[in-house]
T-cell receptor
Framework: DGGITQSPKYLFRKEGQNVTLSCEQN?????MYWYRQDPGQGLRLIYY???????QKGDIAEGYSVSREKKESFPLTVTSAQKNPTAFYLC????????????FGSGTRLTVV | DAKTTQPTSMDCAEGRAANLPCNHS???????VYWYRQIHSQGPQYIIH???NNETNEMASLIITEDRKSSTLILPHATLRDTAVYYC???????????????FGTGTRLQVTL
């Protein structure tokens, strides 16, 4: 079955370490997105990519980096510059059309200690 | 993208219809209305979307007012598994018919009770 996979589901890191979250989709979707969610809050957009080798900053890109070398993959790196990295991270993909919905992964819960 | 306004929370008895309102008074003519829901600690799930006409699928119905300034998501027979946060979002094509990003608010927390 086609879908979008995020791994790992839970991730623990020490403060000051970079960490990379994986997101893979086999839906042949053009666009991919990373969101962050804090407890009791809505989703905030970190980065998005509409095509391979191109991506744009979202609303809260500081302290994060991404790459889009393959259509299927859109990894997110949380760098040591991110002041408050503990959060629930969600990846999504979509065909790049306004009348097409997003498919979300199941999320990665990152805890920095 | 246009802003949306939703009630913070709602309750619904199991088996009854759940009607979730959304105001989007600044919506423009080519913005779609989308509904997603998020069950605790999971990724959001797409429910339905529409532009002008009412829409129905196996999950829900979407009623959009004639002036498009508001919409209602209807879950016809709510079950306990429908307890979730429901997000109403408007989405504008980014200029060439391609997609703009989705902007999520805080949604409506629907609690379905016995």
């Amino acid at each position: 079955d086609g879908g979008i996979t995020q791994s790992p589901k839970y991730l623990f890191r020490k403060e000051g370490q970079n960490v990379t979250l994986s997101c893979e989709q086999n839906l042949n979707h053009d666009a991919m997105y990373w969101y962050r969610q804090d407890p009791g809050q809505g989703l905030r957009l970190i980065y998005y990519s509409q095509i391979v080798n191109d991506f744009q900053k979202g609303d809260i890109a500081e302290g994060y980096s991404v790459s889009r070398e393959k259509k299927e993959s859109f990894p997110l790196t949380v760098t040591s510059a991110q002041k408050n990295p503990t959060a629930f991270y969600l990846c999504a993909s979509s065909k790049d059309r306004a009348n097409y919905g997003y498919t979300f992964g199941s999320g990665t819960r990152l805890t920095v200690v | 993208d246009a802003k949306t306004t939703q009630p913070t929370s709602m309750d619904c008895a199991e088996g009854r219809a759940a009607n979730l309102p959304c105001n989007h008074s600044t919506i423009s003519g080519n913005e779609y209305v989308y509904w997603y829901r998020q069950i605790h600690s999971q990724g959001p799930q797409y429910i339905i979307h529409g532009l002008k006409n009412n829409e129905t699928n196996e999950m829900a119905s979407l009623i959009i007012t004639e002036d498009r300034k508001s919409s209602t998501l209807i879950l016809p027979h709510a079950t306990l598994r429908d307890t979730a946060v429901y997000y109403c979002i408007v989405r504008l094509p980014s200029g060439t018919g391609t997609a703009s990003k989705l902007t999520f608010g805080t949604g409506t927390r629907l609690q379905v009770t016995l």
